[in-house]
């Protein structure tokens, strides 16, 4: 196997599999109803708050990967919802669809072997590629997937 498959494939890994971390469908699974929206002990987010952090950050850096009119979201108010929104089962089940979505984009753009990883994204910042955008993606989701799984156990929630 060449190496830019490699690499490839090792991106998807990141995204899709359990490797050393969490992965979003084991943290979901069979979460309660009526949890969505507890904050936990000593947390100014509820679980719902986390997943759409999690979607958010994810589908702002695919849109700053394809988009070329991107605008960066304002920070940090632009990728957390407001502390007190509350969400739905509709709202809670597309935040879920949605992360499913994007991250399946984001694998298509590594897929995709007219897609050069290393290139300069061009209306990015220096330096910034694909290959870099997609391991902050996996370091952030891996991140908060993990922060979801901890405080789920704090709250008994398994």
Same mark, same amino acid.
């Not at 904050?39 to 100014?44: E, F, G, I, L, M």
């Not at 950050?57 to 007190?84: E, H, K, M, T």
């Not at 969400?87 to 979505?101: G, K, L, M, N, R």
């Not at 870099?132 to 370091?139: A, K, L, N, T």
């Given at each position: ?108 753009? &590594? ?18 590629? &694909? ?18 799984? &901890? ?8």
């Amino acid at each position: 196997m060449e190496a830019d498959a490699v690499v490839r494939q090792q991106l998807v890994n990141l995204l899709m599999l359990r490797q050393a971390h969490m992965i979003f469908e084991d943290a979901v699974k069979d979460f309660p109803d009526t949890a969505m929206n507890i904050k936990p002990q000593h947390s100014v987010y509820s679980f719902w708050h986390i997943l759409e952090h999690i979607r958010i950050c994810q589908w702002d850096i695919l849109d700053y990967i394809v988009n070329p009119d991107y605008v960066a979201p304002d920070f940090p108010s632009g990728l957390w919802r407001g502390q007190d929104e509350t969400c739905s089962q509709a709202q809670w089940d597309a935040t879920i669809s949605q992360f499913y979505d994007d991250r399946q984009a984001l694998v298509d753009i &590594i897929n995709d072997p007219q897609r050069d990883l290393y290139a300069q994204i061009p209306h990015g910042a220096t330096g910034h590629n &694909i290959m870099r955008e997609i391991m902050i993606v996996g370091q952030h989701n891996a991140y908060h997937i993990g922060e979801f799984g &901890i405080l789920r156990t704090v709250c008994d929630l398994w």
